[in-house]
């Protein structure tokens, strides 16, 4: 849940249930009434959001330009992939969408493309296609270590 619902819902609560205590009580202070509800509402909130940590709505944004930021230092490693995938520079697409897989790249079926991975890096290439390049260049750096 996210603190803003978390921090709205408690203060409502606290408010309402103060202004029933204040009702019976006869107190007449509004102001006290609104402070006691803020400081309550601060430190429940609190408490909560600590034991109930949210997803944060940017993750996913951030993952998205990290991802960027990897396949451009990546970019002659996926090159190098993409020349062996497919050698015709002509035939080769325009690398504007980095964090794409190998398989959205290309128009080549899955199995063409291992085929031709296999042939370069030998038949122990078992790296997955369908995952975003920089990830499938970092797997592959790890598994061959000579490669560039």
């Known amino acids: 849940m996210h603190p803003v619902l978390i921090y709205t819902i408690l203060f409502i609560i606290s408010t309402t249930s103060l202004l029933f205590i204040f009702e019976k009580y006869q107190l007449e202070s509004f102001y006290i009434l609104l402070i006691i509800s803020s400081v309550i509402t601060w430190i429940s909130g609190k408490i ?28 002659r490693e996926i090159q190098f992939v993409f020349n062996i995938v497919q050698p015709d520079p002509k035939l080769q697409p325009k690398t504007k969408r980095l964090s794409d897989s190998l398989e959205d790249c290309f128009d080549l079926e899955a199995g063409e493309m291992k085929k031709r991975l296999q042939l370069y890096f030998g038949e122990s290439f078992n790296t997955s296609t369908n995952q975003p390049l920089p990830d499938m260049i970092e797997e592959m750096k790890m598994k061959y270590k000579s490669w560039p």
């Open 48 to 75: 909560l959001v600590r034991l109930f940590p949210s997803e944060d709505p940017m993750q996913n944004e951030i993952k998205k330009d990290d991802l960027k930021v990897r396949a451009n230092q990546y970019r």
